[in-house]
């Protein structure tokens, strides 16, 4: 790890140990609730893991505080800006991809946005959401497949589409210079416990 990989894996892992203890929960019963070992959760809390988005994603909905608060602490201040560089760096792929969370909301009603760029062939698949989620997004650059279900739709820059997130999909780049697109998550009732099992990767 990078070290500003290491710098947010550390302030995961304290985010994740400070709610766990806020909830009077062991390492089990966090791992239980997540649906993950727990030696994923040791490695969480010490900094030392690369975790899946889909694994921040069942840890953050565990503890009904959602991914953004996961990956930055809570903001005093009702106005919260991110500047150029400073997004959560959550994937990174084979051929110079990267997906960047740069804003989010507080729950129960989470949206995320995110600056994505895939490379030459970089892929990026994703299990179900929670139910009731959707997605959004728009091409800023290159050509994008998106994959929801059994259908694909190729877009351009400028395209946009919107579907369902609580449904396996994929985001594809099948040419041969990068492909940027912006995607907002809304993600309704984090913390509710309607669900457990489906989430990003």
Known sequence: MDDSTTT?????????????????????????????????????????????????LRISDALGIGLPALVEPPQPRPVKVTRRGEGAVLWTGDSGGRGVLVA?????????????????????????HAPGTKELLQVQQGTLTVEVADRTVTLD??????????????????????????????????GSGHHQEGSHD
Not at 11 to 24: K, L, M, S, Y
Not at 168 to 188: D, M
Request: proline share 7%; hydrophobic share 40%; no cysteine.
């Open 104 to 128: 989010g909301t507080a729950p129960p009603d989470v949206v995320e946005l995110w600056d994505w760029t895939l490379g030459p062939g970089d892929r990026h698949a994703s299990e179900a």
């Open 8 to 56: 947010l894996a550390t302030a995961i892992g304290t985010r994740v140990r400070q709610e766990r203890q806020h909830r009077h929960w062991t390492l089990d019963q966090l791992a239980e609730a997540a649906g993950v070992s727990r030696r994923m959760v040791v490695n969480v809390e010490q900094g030392v893991a690369n975790p899946s988005v889909g694994t921040l």
């Open 157 to 190: 820059a400028g395209d946009a589409l919107a579907f369902p997130g609580d449904v396996a999909h994929a985001y594809a780049n099948p040419g041969a210079e990068p492909a940027r697109f912006s995607l907002t998550v809304f993600e309704p009732g984090v």
